[in-house]
């Protein structure tokens, strides 16, 4: 088993920052993608942005430019650094871990964004 486990979050206004952190524990196999997904009131979960353990990522579209994901495999934790935030990215975050073990979801700090 593993668990994820997540800090950061909160209320912003727009235009601002905020940083998201996920440490897994447990049973986490070397090789697996870490990433972020998000979840607005009345929608469905979509991708944020992911990062292999070798470090190669995929951003949505919505947040290229403004938010950069990264991680650090000796800790097994993976980060979101949100700019320049938008109402849009009101949501709950999820952290989410892939690997041939399974899949794991975190419990989602929310972001909220005001104008």
């Known amino acids: 088993q593993v668990q994820l486990v997540e800090s950061g979050g909160g209320l912003v206004q727009a235009g601002g920052s905020v940083r998201l952190s996920c440490a897994a524990s447990?049973?986490?196999?070397?090789?697996?993608?870490m990433g972020w997904y998000r979840q607005a009131p009345g929608k469905q979960r979509e991708l944020v942005a992911v990062i292999t353990n070798g470090g190669s990522t995929n951003y949505a579209d919505s947040v290229k430019g403004r938010f950069t994901i990264s991680r650090d495999n000796d800790k097994n934790a993976v980060y979101l650094q949100m700019n320049s935030l938008k109402p849009d990215d009101t949501a709950v975050y999820y952290c989410q871990l892939e690997s041939r073990g399974g899949g794991y979801w975190g419990q989602g700090p929310q972001v909220a964004v005001s104008s």
């Open positions: 447990g049973s986490v196999f070397r090789f697996n993608t």
